[in-house]
């Protein structure tokens, strides 16, 4: 399949691809003349059928050497933009490069090809100064329009504190920085009064129960019904990926638990997951099964804890406070593997931190038994609610084609009727010697993620079992010594939200010399528009609950 794409690509473009790799299985690398680039994107999406857009990333190289001349090294004076795309169909991934002109930074927008660009380009925008020609909102994503420079570029000033006002002139920074895009309109008043228009901006946020966390929702409404929204997120930025450029790799590991809070397990994994694609190691089947065991038992605490937020937020008291007793179970689990409750640190270059004993294994499977009966105890609990089903069915609906348009993963896309998984279709860890179902519905509304999610519930914990009942022998960690990998290396793995992927870049030395990373939450949450249009206004908290959204994981 992979030569089939780069003859493919060749024939069509020919002295536009400057490289082509087939570097592994399922993936394949191509560098191209960033004059092609939209023509390519297009290409791969209708005629190749690469219909996800994985992630975007900007790279400076100014600090990445080229070589040597007179004794001298000579360094990169450029920016390289690198686009990772997945078939469904194919469950293949094409990494897309262009090198962008230092002095110059532009390229065509991919907005039109994959709307899921849109944030992923205006990221690009706001910390590393990359323009997008075409782009119709290029504005900051993550800064306030305020802030000068780019911080993910390598010449940024990190001297501490050089931002700051000087102490002599007063600090006058309005508290709320971030305006909606929507034009204001001074004649509304006039217009309501003659009621020829009801429209007017709700702004929800940044510190609302109905929000899951900071982040400003500016709604258009036409009286109670919702016209346009423009989500507003970056006010939990903590510039983790410039972070990871100024710690060793392994100092790293601990800060990419902490994109969310609910998916560590998951966020650290998908880190040490593509170092090792950059080191090509395999760790020890025992070591393979346990991080599976990690990422099942995460997956369970962390929708038993999204359960209970939809039930509060949708009026179901009760629904709040039951699923909260088993999820203690989970992290009790996590606690025992980990030795921590909440950010585990669990996974390591090469295997993970600590083994377990038989007391865990016949723990864990005591747990998972009686864990499933009140799964079906939640299901009356929930679906016995008429005010439940009446406002999650129906709700913020989204059909297949939109979903992979705009990039959705996770549980929301399964509710439209796609059956895509990166457990099955890109598979790690134990992954490929378990036996496993991949839920679906096709009507793609609230309603319909929460059955995916409570499917899921019991399939992570029948996949758990069997992790158990068949736990290799023999170590849990290889012997790597002091690593500095030199290449690019991407994993991509099933988050409780669906596709989180990590990029890295090494050059030799014993730091990253870049990290990008991408949650699903962030994504999910750039289609909140799209799924709200035309509801009421007490439907955008369902919409909302329905996404799962965590905003560490989106701010990063």
């Known amino acids: ?25 399922r993936r394949v690398v191509l560098t191209v003349r960033k004059e092609i680039l939209h023509d390519l994107c297009l290409f791969l999406r209708d005629r190749l059928g690469f219909d996800h857009l994985t992630s975007i990333t900007a790279v400076d190289r100014s600090r990445r050497v080229t070589g040597m001349r007179e004794r001298q090294l000579l360094y990169y004076n450029d920016f390289k933009m690198v686009y990772h795309v997945w078939s469904y169909e194919k469950k293949t991934l094409v990494e897309v ?38 782009h119709k909102d290029l504005r900051r994503l993550l800064l306030p329009e305020w802030w000068e420079g780019h911080p993910l570029r390598k010449d940024y000033d990190l001297s501490p504190g050089t931002w700051f006002l000087p102490e002599e002139e007063p600090e ?41 966390g900071p982040w400003l929702i500016n709604v258009k409404l036409d009286g109670e019904i ?42 650290n994994l998908s880190y040490v997951l593509a170092v090792e694609d950059v080191l090509d190691v395999t760790p020890p089947p025992r070591a393979q099964y346990l991080r599976t065991i990690a990422l099942e038992l995460n997956r369970l605490a962390s929708h038993l804890l999204w359960l209970a937020a939809m039930g509060i937020d949708l009026g179901n008291l009760s629904g709040f406070f039951y699923p909260f007793r088993e999820r203690e179970w989970m992290l009790d689990l996590l606690e025992y593997m980990s030795g921590n409750r909440l950010n585990y640190n669990y996974g390591r270059f090469g295997g993970v931190i600590f083994d377990v004993d038989d007391k865990f294994v016949e723990k864990a499977k005591k747990t998972m038994k009686i864990f499933r009966p009140r799964l079906e105890e939640y299901r009356d609990l929930f679906e016995g609610s008429r005010i439940w089903k009446v406002r999650t069915q129906g709700v913020g609906v989204i059909s297949a084609k939109d979903a992979k348009d705009l990039g959705v993963t996770g549980p929301v896309l399964r509710s439209t009727g796609v059956k895509a998984d990166a457990r099955k279709d890109d ?32 399939i992570a914990s029948e996949i758990i ?56 939450e962030y994504i999910n949450v750039s289609a909140l528009a799209h799924m709200a249009r035309g509801y009421k206004i007490a439907d955008l908290i369902a919409i909302i609950g329905g996404l799962d959204p965590c905003l560490g994981g989106i701010d990063r």
Request: proline content about 7%; aromatic content about 8%.
């Open 172 to 212: 006058e920074f309005p508290l709320d920085v971030q305006k909606p895009v929507f034009p204001l309109d001074l004649s509304l008043p006039k217009k309501v009064k003659k009621k020829e228009v009801s429209e007017m901006i709700l702004r929800i946020g940044p510190v609302h129960p109905g929000n899951h």
């Open 427 to 458: 598979p790690y860890a134990a992954y490929p010697e378990i036996d496993f179902e991949i839920p679906t519905r096709k009507e793609g509304d609230v309603y319909a993620s929460y059955e995916v999610r409570m499917d899921e519930m019991r």
């Open 226 to 267: 919702i016209v346009d929204i423009d989500p507003q997120i970056g006010y939990i930025h903590r510039g983790l990926e410039k972070i990871a450029e100024n710690r060793t790799w392994t100092q790293y590991l601990p800060v990419s638990d902490r994109y969310c809070w609910l998916t560590a397990a998951s966020n």
């Open 465 to 520: 079992d069997q992790c158990l009942d068949n736990l290799p022998k023999g170590p849990v960690q290889m012997d790597l010594g002091r690593i500095e990998p030199v290449g690019e290396g991407i994993s991509r793995i099933e988050e409780p939200r669906g596709e989180i992927a990590t990029y890295v870049i090494g050059d030799g030395g014993d730091r990253p010399y870049r990290v990008r990373v991408k949650c699903a």
């Open 97 to 134: 490069r262009t090198v962008l002109e230092r002095d110059d930074p532009v390229v065509a927008t991919v907005t039109d090809v994959w709307s899921s660009a849109n944030w992923q380009e205006r990221e690009a925008y706001d910390l590393m100064g990359i323009r997008f020609d075409g």
């Open 1 to 25: 399949m992979n030569r089939e794409v780069i003859e493919a690509v060749k024939a069509e473009f020919g002295e536009g691809i400057v490289h082509a790799v087939d570097r592994r299985e």
